[in-house]
């Protein structure tokens, strides 16, 4: 599979503790989103990495961080958990484009936190 | 500020019904608007895009700047349409997507 993935699947874990999220972009793009999706606040932007640099960020608390390596992979780290922070959290991809880059979903991280 | 709003959580109709979900915007630049499809267990994909005014698996969408809105429609409604669609702009200067909060299609038979 080419596209985006992200692991893991499913987490669970409890508050105050601190997880991290891997995403792989599909090959050749250069952009990574990342997004939280709860039922509350619906689907909100986090934050952007271009090449390794942070490009954009969204409504993404301190608790939370990433960045993007060489290989392009990225990682969100999430910390001091909180009930609230339980959420679906998907990553996106995108290659450079002409006005627009078209963003491209991984499967999403199921974060439990109890 | 930029929103999306999707007025309805829930949209429900029969197989081969007309079906039109609502999007609404607000943005002062030149919008960039996309629909997005969530089936059951699966990851957003793509649906369409207005740049490219193209129509896929039989949806349309067209930019109408006068009333802010970008509304998704199909002339006949299939069981496997049944899904979450949301509806996203897309932010020049910040270079993020703003999503709707989603309307899910039950396509009953």
């Known amino acids: 599979d080419s596209g985006v993935t992200q692991t893991p699947k499913h987490l669970i874990t409890a508050t105050g503790q601190r997880v991290t999220l891997r995403c792989s972009p599909r090959?050749?793009?250069?952009?990574v989103y990342w997004y939280q999706q709860s039922l509350d606040q619906g689907l909100q932007f986090l934050i952007q990495?271009?090449?390794?640099?942070?490009?954009a960020k969204g409504n993404i608390l301190e608790r939370f961080s990433a960045q993007q390596f060489p290989d392009l992979h990225s990682e969100l780290n999430l910390s001091s958990l909180e009930l609230g922070d339980s959420a679906l959290y998907f990553c996106a991809s995108s290659a450079p484009g002409q006005l627009t880059d078209t963003q491209y979903f991984g499967p999403g991280t199921r974060l439990t936190v109890l | 500020a930029q929103r999306v709003t999707q007025p309805e959580k829930l949209l429900s109709v029969f197989k081969g019904a007309p079906v039109e979900l609502k999007c609404n915007y607000s943005y002062s630049g030149s919008p960039e608007l996309f629909w997005y499809v969530q089936y059951s267990r699966q990851r957003l994909q793509l649906l369409l895009r207005h740049i490219s005014r193209e129509s896929i698996k039989g949806f349309t969408a067209d930019l109408n700047k006068g009333e802010t809105s970008f509304h998704l429609k199909k002339p006949f409604a299939q069981e496997e349409d049944s899904a979450m669609y949301y509806c996203a702009l897309y932010n020049n200067a910040g270079n993020m997507l703003t999503f709707g909060g989603g309307t899910r299609l039950m396509v009953k038979p």
């Open positions: 090959s050749g793009d250069l952009s």
């Open positions: 990495y271009y090449n390794g640099e942070e490009r």
